[in-house]
């Protein structure tokens, strides 16, 4: 029984640790402190030509004759490599990425994630304020599904029918329980 435990326990991590990896376009080696969109953004001649893993939401897509140009608001990345849907971010970044990308898939609001060096920073307009934005030269890129919409909440069948439960009036037992009597 021990060493069945011991198999145990030693193979299901293994088994797991397949589950939560990251796409293999943007799988690449980086540095021991790969730094951030706003650190980049502070002190960019320091991070020039690091390797970097970055995503977040498409601002917008721009298709040049041989490269598409995407505006990125960086989130942090789990450890899958997908980025978190929270109102926090590292700032926004430019990925350049070589050939043609469809705007109409990668479109404003999706999920993406690039890997490739630091190559610089431009200064684009946000509404009428000069930003600067750290310039990715993207190896490989990976657009996240877009994740299904949550079910509708709960709705109890019987809510309006139930002779013991009138929503419409105040009932200061309700909280405990939809019967009180039984």
Not at 10 to 22: E, R, T, V, Y
Not at 45 to 64: C, D, F, H, L, P
Not at 110 to 128: M, P
Request: charged share 20%; with cysteine; net charge positive.
């Amino acid at each position: 029984m021990r060493a069945i435990r011991t198999v145990l326990a030693l193979m299901l991590p293994a088994l797991f640790a397949g589950c939560a990896s990251i796409p293999s376009a943007v799988d690449g080696e980086l540095g021991a402190d790969p730094p951030t969109p706003s650190q980049v953004r502070a002190n960019p001649a320091a991070y020039e030509g690091m390797s970097v893993r970055w995503g977040g939401q498409i601002a917008t897509v721009v298709n040049k004759p041989q490269t598409t140009v995407i505006e990125v608001v960086s989130r942090e990345l789990t450890r899958t490599g997908r980025p978190r849907e929270t109102d926090s971010s590292y700032g926004r970044f430019v990925a350049v990425i070589p050939g043609f990308l469809d705007p109409a898939i990668y479109r404003t609001g999706r999920a993406l994630t690039v890997f490739g060096t630091v190559d610089g920073v431009e200064t684009r307009k946000v509404g009428d304020y000069d930003y600067p934005h750290p310039r990715v030269a993207v190896v490989g890129q990976h657009l996240w599904e877009r994740r299904p919409d949550p079910p509708p909440a709960y709705r109890d069948p019987w809510m309006y029918h139930d002779p013991w439960h009138r929503p419409w009036y105040y009932d200061p037992w309700y909280p405990y329980g939809r019967h009180r009597y039984w």
